[in-house]
């Protein structure tokens, strides 16, 4: 069984800071949890992050945090989901989770036509179209044998921030959302429960409690 929350527009740092207590004081008895949330405006660099990434933040915040990869932005009309799983127990590695995660994306993209796949140099999802401008980022962390940290989906937002660093440490990349690839795209509950749905079956959950209440566990 997996708790799934939806927490709505949520600070970075709070959830962030839950994120690590949750992942601390979890033990072999904690069911595994996926957030679903919004984020305002943030950058957040990871952990071998370099400075000359982030070229004119304005301002955005900019956040240190102690997930893998470089940095990245997070904004309203993104789709944030948080992983926090139990590896050891699932019997699961991280690079399985990675290519679970690019996959469950690329399975719901599909549904709205959009062609998309992961990069063997650069982890994210990437559309087909184009100059296979970025459509979603990832970047993880294990603790105990535990993930936290996890996905973000461009759905329908502000893109020019992306022009304030090198996304995930490339100069150039393009990104792109689904508003940018598709004439009508869903809306964030459709898009988060099709999200939901996919990675709880493909993690291989049989069963999962949806909380709605906007609240961090306590």
Not at 32 to 46: K, N, R, S, Y
Not at 102 to 130: C, M, N, T
Request: hydrophobic share 40%; with cysteine; proline share 5%.
């Amino acid at each position: 069984m997996i708790i799934v929350r939806d927490l709505g527009l949520a600070d970075y740092q709070s959830v962030w800071q839950a994120m690590q207590q949750f992942t601390d004081n979890r033990d072999h008895n904690t069911a595994d949890e996926i957030w679903l949330l919004q984020h305002p405006a943030v950058f957040t660099q990871g952990q071998a992050g370099k400075a000359e990434h982030i070229l004119a933040p304005g301002n955005i915040p900019v956040i240190q945090v102690d997930r893998g990869g470089q940095v990245t932005y997070h904004g309203p009309g993104q789709l944030v989901g948080y992983l926090l799983i139990d590896l050891r127990r699932k019997n699961i590695g991280v690079r399985k989770l990675v290519t679970t995660i690019e996959q469950a994306i690329v399975k719901v993209l599909a549904q709205y036509g959009i062609e998309a796949a992961p990069r063997a140099d650069a982890p994210g999802v990437y559309v087909q179209s184009g100059r296979g401008a970025k459509i979603a980022q990832l970047g993880l962390r294990v603790r105990k044998g535990c993930s936290f940290h996890g996905l973000s989906l461009n759905l329908e937002m502000d893109l020019e921030p992306f022009q304030r660093i090198n996304p995930c440490g490339y100069a150039g990349m393009e990104v792109t959302s689904l508003h940018l690839e598709m004439k009508t795209p869903p809306s964030y509950a459709q898009l988060s429960g099709q999200l939901m749905d996919q990675l709880t079956v493909d993690l291989g959950y049989n069963d999962r409690q949806l909380i709605s209440d906007g609240q961090l566990p306590s």
